[in-house]
Each structure stands twice: as C-alpha cells, then as structure tokens.
C-alpha cells in the first residue's frame, strides 16, 4: 500500500467522515485546520487518485471522492511503520511512550483496564 503523506492523510480523513465529497468540500474543511491554496488541495487529489488512494465519480459538472483504502488498513501500516522504525517491533513500548506523554482521564483508564482484562482473559483460555 502507499504511505500517504500527512497532507494525503488530512485528506483522507476528510474523506472518511465525509464520503463522498467534492474537491470544494475539501479543501473548505482543510481551510479550517491550515492555510492551503484550492489549486494545492486539487492537485494533492489528483496524485492520491493516481496512486490509488480515491476515486472519482463526475456527477453533474463536478466531480466526487471517495477512498479506494480503508481507514483501518492505513493506521494500521502506520503503526507497524513506526513500531518496527521507532520501537525495535514493541507495540508495547510505542502504547507505554504514547500513554506518558499526556494524562489519561479517568475513561481512558477505564477503557485500558478493560482491555488488559481482555487480553488476561484471552490467555486463560
């Protein structure tokens, strides 16, 4: 799969939440995060269509996009691209790293108790 880029990936994003959607809808929704110019959103689609990432489909005289790769293909090669490159292959030391850089609130640790009791549960078995 290609890795997309950060600004692929604001994109992609977008899209996910928001499919199908014009390059108009776009780039409105990046506007707010950052300052982009039309012509830079539009050309960042037209690689990502080109590499596989969206299709379109014309509808009047417009175009929509939609993702050709799903949400959870994509987190998970960017994960395991930064486990196996930043934590010698240790998801446990990426979630360790990840969970001291902020304070969980109390349903965050609620939800990581439950999960370890998951994985407890699972090796009972």
């Given amino acids: 799969m290609n890795q997309p ?3 692929q990936l604001e994109i992609l ?7 199908p959607a014009t390059v108009r809808f776009i780039h409105e929704q990046l506007a707010k995060l950052k300052d982009v110019q039309y012509t830079t959103t539009l050309k960042q689609i037209q690689r990502m269509t080109e ?3 969206v299709k379109a489909k014309k509808q ?3 175009y929509t996009y939609t ?3 799903k949400e959870h293909q994509v987190k998970k090669s960017l994960i395991n691209r930064l486990v196996d490159g930043a934590f010698k292959g240790s998801a446990i030391e990426l979630a ?11 349903d965050e640790l609620d939800r990581l108790k439950d999960w370890l009791e998951e994985q407890k549960n699972k090796d009972n078995k």
């Fill in 51 to 53: 590499k596989g990432m």
């Fill in 13 to 19: 994003q977008i899209l996910w939440e928001h499919e």
């Fill in 67 to 69: 993702t050709i790769i």
């Fill in 60 to 62: 009047g005289r417009s």
């Fill in 96 to 106: 360790l790293h990840a969970l001291g850089q902020s304070k969980p609130t109390e």
């Fill in 5 to 7: 880029s950060e600004s």
